[in-house]
């Protein structure tokens, strides 16, 4: 089994590993946060939400109340109501377009592109996001559908984490690929 250091947590980090929804999360709430906030996320919910993270009870959660969930302190995220706004939309998802089953939006894609189409379905998701799911897909679960290194994320990203280390150096990284755009 892989094991995900995205962030210094081992629970977090076991929990995003062994759970393609919370993977997703994690994906989903990914943004204008750093990585370590974003990927601890799911376990903050988890552990809110009584131990249990399912996506159809998530699905079926007044919206409004998983914004009181997300808003807890210390927040999931910056962005507290949006971000539990995507993560309700990505549940929803799920439950009505892959009965529940979040490994059914890349199990059995035909190729690369379709699963890129897939994922920029998820509510949220636009090209970056799809691509840097493939690429953490790719690397760590082997998802390779034909033609994937197509869509793998050419920037400095957590497709590129595989040790604490890793981690600890992808700000930087990322501070100078932007700088040099």
């Known amino acids: 089994m892989t094991t995900l250091h995205y962030t210094t947590d081992s629970r977090a980090n076991a929990l995003?590993?062994?759970d393609p929804y919370a993977l997703l999360i994690?994906?989903?709430i990914y943004q204008q946060v750093p990585t370590q906030k974003a990927?601890?996320?799911?376990?903050?919910l988890k552990d809110?939400?009584?131990g249990v993270l399912d996506v159809r009870s998530v699905a079926a959660m007044d919206p409004a109340e998983l914004e009181?969930?997300?808003k807890e302190k210390p927040a999931i995220h910056r962005f507290p109501a949006?971000?539990?706004k995507r993560v309700h939309a990505l549940s929803v998802f799920i439950v009505d377009e892959y009965d529940g089953d979040p490994t059914?939006?890349?199990a059995g894609a035909e190729d690369a592109a379709e699963l890129i189409d897939?994922?920029?379905g998820i509510p949220g998701f636009g090209e970056y996001k799809a691509r840097l799911t493939l690429g953490v897909l790719a690397e760590n679960f082997d998802v390779r559908p034909d033609g994937y290194r197509t869509y793998m994320p050419d920037w400095p990203s957590v497709v590129d984490v595989k040790t604490p280390s890793d981690l600890a150096e992808l700000s930087a990284r990322k501070k100078a690929w932007k700088a040099s755009q």
Not at 39 to 44: L, R, S, T
């Open 118 to 120: 897939r994922l920029e």
């Open 68 to 70: 009181d969930v997300f």
């Open 104 to 106: 059914a939006v890349w």
């Open 48 to 50: 809110r939400l009584g």
């Open 39 to 44: 990927f601890a996320g799911p376990q903050a």
């Open 26 to 28: 994690g994906l989903t």
């Open 16 to 18: 995003i590993s062994e």
């Open 82 to 84: 949006n971000m539990a």
